[in-house]
Structure formats: C-alpha cells, structure tokens
C-alpha cells in the first residue's frame, strides 16, 4: 500500500520542520499535531497511513496515544513509529508493548526515517 497521508506529532516545532524536511521525498500529504489528544483526534478524523509520533509531550504523551490509538477500531490499522529521545532498550520494548512498529531515536537522519517507512 503506497503511503500518500502522513502524521507527524511532536511538541517541538522544530522537530515537527526536520521530520517533515526528512520525509520530504515521499511526495505525501503531511498532517501535523502538537501533543497527544491533538494525535488521536487527527487520526481518527484524517485516517493516515502512518504516524511518526514523539513519546515526551505535555498533556497526553506519545505513549498515552498510542495505547488510545491502538485501542480504538477506527485507528488500531494505523502504524505507529516512535521518533523520540528515549532511546534505550527499555525504552524500544516499552513502545513495542503501547502498540507502536518501531522506535527512531532523535538524531536521527533522513534515510533512518525513509527506511522505516519503505518497510512498513
């Protein structure tokens, strides 16, 4: 299935610009939220095809949406992938368990970001 819709939740604007910037070569429509309760509302009403979604937010974390995303029948077909600072193995598992495909620790580059999405 090619990807043409793409969520993209980070607290940081600028976190939000350098994924957007990685993902540039996707040719995708791009959706952007700011913290977790703005994610889940996005996805349930946007339907992406993927969500690249930051775990350390105000409010409702990455975790939080997750665990809502996945629990919820409109939006549990939705990957998501993790972009975040929390990086250690714990970290990677503990994602896994919320429902997420995979983990991205920030820095990351654009071809990091490029392969997890020709993979998914």
């Not at 043409?4 to 610009?17: A, E, R, V």
């Not at 994602?95 to 998914?120: H, R, S, T, V």
Request: hydrophobic letters at 40%; a negative charge; aromatic letters at 4%.
């Amino acid at each position: 299935m090619p990807i043409q819709k793409i969520l993209i939740c980070d607290d940081s604007q600028t976190d939000l610009m350098n994924l957007r910037n990685s993902l540039a070569d996707a040719n995708c429509l791009f959706i952007t939220a700011s913290n977790g309760d703005e994610a889940v509302k996005k996805a349930k009403s946007e339907q992406p095809d993927v969500i690249f979604l930051d775990i350390v937010m105000p409010g409702m974390d990455g975790y939080a949406a997750c665990r809502t995303l996945r629990d919820d029948p409109e939006t549990k077909h939705i990957p998501v992938i993790f972009v975040s600072s929390k990086s250690q193995k714990a970290d990677r598992v503990w994602a896994q368990m919320q429902g997420a495909k995979d983990l991205i620790a920030k820095p990351y580059n654009a071809k990091e970001i490029a392969d997890k999405l020709a993979n998914l």
